[in-house]
């Protein structure tokens, strides 16, 4: 289905508009040290080009939200200085937009219903394509094609290219490397993957995000591909790990950055980026210095790096 040259770079949009970056948090707990990294890589990115820095709300899994959450979010990054440009955007308020992206990938004939339990498939593996059999019909796009009881897999084939700012070249075997991905769960939600393509798509030129979500690229960006999207620039950041070397995320008991004084924690953040050596006095000072000086070259390309504030 996907067959590009390994020379693409970006794609269309990106060059003629000033840059939009995105900070996207779901709300299921408070910012951490990782979330820190990649707000201030993207909000650097983008402010250095004069660019929008946009934030974020992925609210689409509501079992997972933590009440508070979002408000909590929210105030950490104006402690740390990290202002967003115009109104917060939630992505349960774009439904209406992914519901269309999904109707279009029917028409195309390339979503099929999967009934598979999870027990039924190999784990940790790539889904290997069982329910292939059936794609959704055009007859059936005009009735509901939500089957009580399974959900929606866009069926991904062929060989995917992209150019990683910090990475590098990326290339993925879309059957054998990602599989044909959920896109609208069992239990009536969008998937995460189809939500975050379509809303990158819509309004972000440039994505700079922890490489733990490297491999979930390919498949958004074969999703906009496939809806005719434009393709944002994409730079995955390492993920930081503790003296365990369990990363640092809401699940594992990484510490709050609200917690933690803003100042030395953006300098530490701004270390681990392998960025050179800020001195300053202030918070707002910090951030003026970082905008001049930010180099994303000097980002280190290893996936994982040990650091704990
Ligand atoms: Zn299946």
Redesign the pocket.
């Known amino acids: 289905m996907f067959t590009d040259s390994p020379l693409s770079d970006g794609g269309p949009g990106c060059n003629e508009q000033r840059a939009v970056g995105r900070f996207a948090p779901s709300p299921t707990g408070d910012l951490h040290f990782g979330s820190l990294l990649a707000a201030m890589a993207s909000y650097c990115d983008v402010k250095q080009q004069d660019g929008r820095w946009l934030l974020r709300i992925d609210d689409i899994d509501g079992p997972r939200s933590v009440p508070g959450s979002a408000d909590a979010i929210q105030r950490t990054l104006e402690v740390f200085g990290l202002e967003w440009d115009g109104p917060v955007q939630w992505q349960s308020q774009h439904l209406d937009r992914y519901r269309s992206s999904l109707d279009e990938l029917v028409k195309k004939a390339l979503v ?1 219903a ?3 339990s999870r027990r ?2 190999p784990s940790g593996q790539i ?1 290997p ?3 292939r059999n ?1 794609i959704l019909t055009r007859d059936q796009q005009s009735n509901d094609y939500m089957v009580p009881d399974h ?1 929606l ?1 866009i069926a991904l084939t062929g060989q995917l290219y992209f150019q990683d700012k910090v990475q590098g070249t990326q290339s993925t075997q879309l059957e054998e490397q990602v599989g044909d991905i959920i896109i609208w769960r069992r239990d009536k939600l969008v998937a995460y993957a189809l939500a975050c393509a379509v809303d990158d798509a819509q309004s972000v030129s440039h994505v700079v995000r922890g490489a733990d979500l490297l491999s979930n690229t390919s498949a958004q960006i074969a999703i906009m591909r496939a809806l005719n999207l434009p393709i944002p620039r994409y730079a995955h950041i390492p993920v930081a790990i503790d003296s365990n070397g369990d990363k640092l995320s809401k699940h594992s008991k990484a510490q709050p950055i609200s917690s933690l004084a803003a100042l030395p924690v953006l300098i530490q953040a701004w270390n681990f980026l392998g960025q050179a050596m800020i001195e300053a006095e202030s918070v707002s000072n910090f951030w003026a210095q970082a905008i001049k000086l930010w180099q994303i070259e000097k980002v280190p390309n290893t996936m994982r790096m040990c650091c704990e504030p």
């Open positions: 099929f999967c009934n598979c039924s498939l889904y394509g069982n329910c059936n959900a897999r």
